[in-house]
């Protein structure tokens, strides 16, 4: 069975998006971190995005400038199939992309069942409190930036007492971001 992890870039003070939606210029995108983006996309075998998520990254991934920025990642992404978790989308113009509105538990745990790759969510704080009240993320990743905003968005949103994790890995970028892959315990 396939494992399901989240993927974030977040500040020291658990922001993953500054005060407004997407409000990401803090992020620190170079090559290592793009080789990096590039390994781990390679082990995806489908990625499940929130509709404001979503949205973003289908404007941007196919378009001249995500393609001219990122040629091969972009094309790593606009291949990938996707799935949008949404009640108000009705349908997905991102290639390879298909919505799902109902039954989330069950539609997730039957792709983690069939999937060869492991699936991951990237973004979507709010689908990924829903997918963390479930049971149903393994993994959470998360590259911690060396900055602090004022105001934004918490990553962990609507989650119902403790998150317990482990501690599988640590990697430091030479910009200063730091990898952490923790395991959910509990």
Partial sequence: MAKLYSFNMITLNGLFEGPTPWSIEWHTVDQEFNDFAIAQLETIGALIFG??????????WPSPEGIQDDPQIARMMNA????????????ADWSNTRVIANNLADEITRLKK??????????????????????????????????????????FQGIDGQLKLNLL?????????????????A
């Fill in 51 to 60: 509709r404001t998520t979503y949205e973003g990254m289908a404007a941007y």
């Fill in 114 to 155: 069939e999937s060869d790759k492991d699936v991951a969510v990237f973004g979507s704080a709010n689908l990924l409190g829903s997918l963390t009240k479930l049971g149903l993320v393994d993994e959470h990743r998360l590259l911690l930036s060396p900055i602090v905003l004022e105001r934004g968005t918490p990553l």
């Fill in 169 to 185: 890995e640590s990697r430091t970028f030479k910009n200063g971001n730091v990898l952490l892959r923790y395991a959910v315990t």
């Fill in 80 to 91: 990938m199939p996707k799935i949008v978790v949404s009640r108000t989308l009705e349908r």
